[in-house]
């Protein structure tokens, strides 16, 4: 027996050639319009997605600092209640020597450790980016304001620990870093405040 014979309508008859074409018509479409999801996902991913690393990039910041900042009703009342943030600003200290003395592959080894490394320190709904040739950021939501002291004890810990390394040919790495926090709809200030506070850091040393 063919498909088409063993494919009844509720009633109990069966169908017919038109509307068996028409039937698979809307399967194709149907099968076209997953594939085409599919592909967009992949694409979109692409778009905000650091080849290198594999972490986000800054077009991904960008549509997530301009979404948080709204002004609207609809995100006015979104941020009643409000939710924190704690961002993690990271620079590898000497990077361009990393590259004119031992190559841009072993510089690129170096990306691909600290990007690593950062992984290892957050939790799964923490967001990690690649903002510049040798610039990370970390931000660090969180809901309940009493928390953030304990967060940021724990972030600076966690960075003190891996924040000297070392790559393949004995390389040693290393990096500044600075943190700020306050609330997500004030985002660009708060990256700004942890920029000004790894370079701060950064001349300490």
Avoid: W
């Avoid at 709204?70 to 704690?86: A, N």
């Amino acid at each position: 027996m063919c498909i088409r014979d063993s494919i009844n309508r509720t009633s109990g008859g069966l169908f017919t050639e038109m509307e068996h074409l028409i039937l698979k018509t809307i399967a194709d479409f149907t099968g076209i319009a997953f594939a085409n999801a599919s592909l967009y996902e992949q694409a979109l991913h692409m778009g905000n997605t650091d080849p290198l690393t594999g972490v986000n990039n800054r077009a991904r910041l960008n549509e997530i600092i301009a979404e948080s900042e709204k002004t609207d009703d609809m995100h006015r009342r979104r941020f009643d209640k409000e939710s924190y943030l704690v961002a993690v600003m990271v620079d590898i200290d000497n990077f361009k020597d990393i590259n004119d003395t031992h190559s841009h592959r072993e510089g690129d080894r170096v990306l691909k450790k600290t990007a690593s490394l950062l992984r290892s320190c957050v939790r799964g709904d923490d967001t990690i980016f690649r903002i510049g040739g040798d610039e990370f950021l970390v931000l660090l939501n969180e809901a309940v304001k009493d928390n953030l002291d304990r967060i940021v004890a724990r972030v600076k810990e966690d960075m003190e620990k891996i924040s000297r390394f070392t790559v393949e040919k004995d390389i040693k790495v290393g990096f500044s870093y600075g943190v700020a926090t306050g609330p997500l709809h004030k985002i660009s200030e708060i990256i700004h405040q942890a920029d000004m506070a790894m370079y701060k850091k950064k001349r300490a040393e």
